[in-house]
């Protein structure tokens, strides 16, 4: 099948890397997920990862620390998550490169928009850590920002729920899953898609985001062909 888009921007949450466990990192999870985006790079789609820290440490719960000091340890947390979720890759043959928007040159690449542009071109995978490097950005505002500088299509959210929805499926069995929406639509119903930051960033810079589950792994190359699945957020109204 024919791929819809030339390189995408794929942002992982850290409880997705952490399965049934709800905490660290589950092998299998993370071995299962990096066969799905094995099966999508082999499409021929140039992919860069953008991994959160949440099944390690979540900044804003922690009130007891200053939130700047919060922040870093859960950038942190997001270097461990792309760390495993790199050795996955490349136990599956894949070239990858980790990069962290903190100095850590003994463990990864400083983050540089055009060696990041150049290891897509090359086929790599890279794999951006410590979101944003500044505290009061989430890591999902660093996906707006990534997918922007490297003129990815599309970012593409893998969550643990198939879609975004009117209101939470997990309490009400009639919530209503959207097929598509407009980021105004986002903002103005303060939907769970990503926050208000990355939305607006998104918007502005006309970059679409496709919201599906990763629990099937597979979504990732069916989304890449086109197949119709998650909610898709996009600048113009439906």
Avoid at 41 to 57: L, R, S
Wanted: charged content about 25%.
């Amino acid at each position: 099948m024919e791929i819809q888009y030339k390189r995408i921007l794929l942002k992982l949450s850290g409880e997705a890397l952490s399965g049934d466990k709800g905490f660290g990192i589950d092998d299998d999870t993370v071995r299962s997920i990096c066969q799905g985006i094995k099966k999508a790079y082999e499409t021929g789609v140039e992919i860069a990862i953008v991994v959160g820290g949440g099944n390690f440490w979540r900044g804003r719960d922690a009130s007891s620390i200053e939130r700047t000091r919060s922040d870093q340890i859960g950038m942190l947390a997001t270097v461990m998550n792309s760390l495993a979720v790199a050795d996955a890759l490349e136990q599956l043959g894949l070239e990858v490169r980790v990069q962290t928007a903190l100095a850590m040159t003994a463990v990864a690449e400083p983050y540089i928009r055009n060696r990041a542009i150049r290891h897509l071109e090359k086929g790599r995978i890279v794999v951006l850590a410590c979101g944003t490097g500044n505290p009061f950005f989430s890591t999902d505002t660093a996906s707006a920002l990534r997918a922007a500088e490297i003129n990815a299509d599309i970012i593409f959210k893998a969550t643990m729920v198939d879609g975004v929805y009117d209101k939470d499926p997990k309490l009400h069995t009639d919530a209503v899953r959207y097929e598509t929406l407009s980021f105004s639509e986002v903002l103005n119903l303060q939907l769970k898609v990503m926050d208000s930051t990355a939305a607006t960033m998104c918007r502005d810079n006309a970059l679409p985001i496709l919201v599906f589950d990763i629990s099937d792994p597979d979504n990732i190359a069916r989304a890449i062909t086109g197949q119709a699945l998650g909610t898709l957020v996009v600048e113009q109204p439906r």
